[in-house]
């Protein structure tokens, strides 16, 4: 089950069984505390949805992270607000630098001249 949250406090107060996928929505700049979430829930799958991707980001994305989802703003005014490709560029580094697979949404297309990754995060548990 995936749970995609605006307002990450809301989990704070709930328990999820591990195959619960818990993902915040930030839209760029400082809006949340990353470090809070990814610290609370352990055993899930974590991920960030930077849907839509509105403004560069300024915090750093925690190392617990198992997935990041890049997305641009579709719909009405849409044209307004598109994500720069260094905005993307710098959000897949961090990724890169800490081995986190990273789902482009197709709607990127035409702000990021490269190709789109579309990576999921690796279900396989370790053997111990």
């Known amino acids: 089950f995936l749970f995609l949250t605006k307002n990450p406090a809301s989990y704070y107060n709930l328990e999820f069984p591990e195959n619960c996928w818990l993902g915040v929505t930030d839209t760029g700049g400082d809006?949340?505390?990353l470090d809070d979430f990814s610290e609370?829930?352990?055993?899930?799958i974590k991920f960030i949805s930077?849907?839509?991707l509105l403004a560069?980001?300024?915090?750093?994305?925690?190392?617990?992270?198992n997935?990041?989802?890049?997305?641009?703003?579709?719909?009405?005014?849409?044209?307004?607000?598109?994500?720069?490709?260094?905005?993307?560029?710098?959000?897949?580094?961090q990724a890169d630098r800490n081995k986190i697979p990273v789902f482009?949404?197709?709607?990127?297309?035409?702000?990021?001249?490269g190709k789109l990754r579309q990576e999921f995060p690796d279900?396989?548990?370790?053997e111990k």
């Not at 609370?40 to 899930?44: I, Q």
């Not at 560069?56 to 617990?64: A, E, G, M, R, S």
């Not at 997935?67 to 560029?89: D, E, F, H, R, V």
């Open 67 to 93: 997935w990041i989802i890049i997305g641009a703003l579709t719909g009405y005014n849409s044209q307004k607000y598109q994500p720069k490709p260094q905005w993307i560029k710098e959000i897949l580094e």
């Open 40 to 44: 609370t829930f352990k055993p899930n």
């Open 104 to 113: 482009m949404k197709n709607n990127l297309k035409p702000y990021w001249k």
């Open 123 to 126: 279900l396989r548990k370790e």
């Open 56 to 65: 560069p980001l300024v915090t750093f994305i925690p190392l617990d992270i």
């Open 31 to 33: 809006t949340f505390p």
């Open 50 to 52: 930077f849907e839509p």
